[in-house]
């Protein structure tokens, strides 16, 4: 988990309510990721970004923004959070031209 | 769609055996296949990747073999031991984008 770190760690919130969730990394890495993780899903991909201001979507994105306004730093966005938006939520990041992606410690998120 | 299934979601094996994990997809064509693995309330860690062109590679007590005919990746871990117990996730990629199984969790009873 060295360099990125997610924040808060646990939330809890009730329908309705908008949350913004944070990822920040000290890596200098050029693309950074937001996934759900669900039992039975395993990890979907939400957003990505390859760039400041260059963000594109994943393959369950409804109900998600994201900006980037800084290298270090992916915000997530529920506008209005839903019951079925419950889920651990983790950011990763890479290099330019690297495959691998290194994943923050996630994000615990109950909505009630 | 794209379809990707991890052999049975729990293995367990006794300490100094090997484990074999299977991961199969369809209707994709991955550039490579990495492997992961993720420990209880942790973020996955990156393990191994195999390129399309790469039939098998090695590190340490771990191998992953790809056939891409078959389109199947096996991950084996040898002289397993307990700490070895974890969830192991496989995942496709293309462009710099992954596509992830659900898991095999596999548990090395001492």
């Known amino acids: 988990d060295a360099g990125i770190t997610q924040s808060p760690r646990h939330k809890v919130t009730e329908t309705g309510t908008p949350v913004t969730l944070r990822c920040h990394q000290t890596?200098?890495?050029?693309?950074m990721y937001w996934y759900r993780q669900d039992p039975g899903h395993g990890l979907r991909l939400i957003h990505y970004s390859y760039g400041v201001k260059d963000t594109d979507k994943g393959e369950v994105s409804d109900g998600y923004s994201v900006s980037r306004s800084k290298t270090e730093d992916f915000l997530l966005t529920l506008e209005s959070a839903t019951s079925s938006q419950t889920s651990v939520y983790f950011c990763a990041i890479s290099g330019q031209g690297e495959e691998t992606q290194y994943f923050g410690p996630g994000t615990r998120l109950l909505v009630l | 769609s794209q379809k990707i299934e991890q052999n049975s979601e729990a293995l367990n094996i006794q300490e100094g055996k090997t484990a074999t994990l299977t991961c199969n997809y369809t209707n994709y064509s991955p550039a490579y296949l990495q492997w992961y693995r993720q420990d209880p309330g942790r973020g996955p860690v990156f393990l191994l990747l195999?390129?399309?062109?790469?039939k098998e590679k090695r590190k340490e007590r771990l191998k992953v073999t790809f056939d891409t005919t078959l389109k199947q990746s096996l991950f084996h871990i040898t002289a397993s031991q307990p700490a070895d117990s974890a969830t192991y996730l496989c995942a496709l990629g293309n462009a710099g984008k992954s596509t992830f199984g659900d898991g095999t969790t596999l548990t090395v009873k001492p």
């Open positions: 195999i390129r399309e062109n790469e």
């Open positions: 890596e200098n890495h050029r693309y």
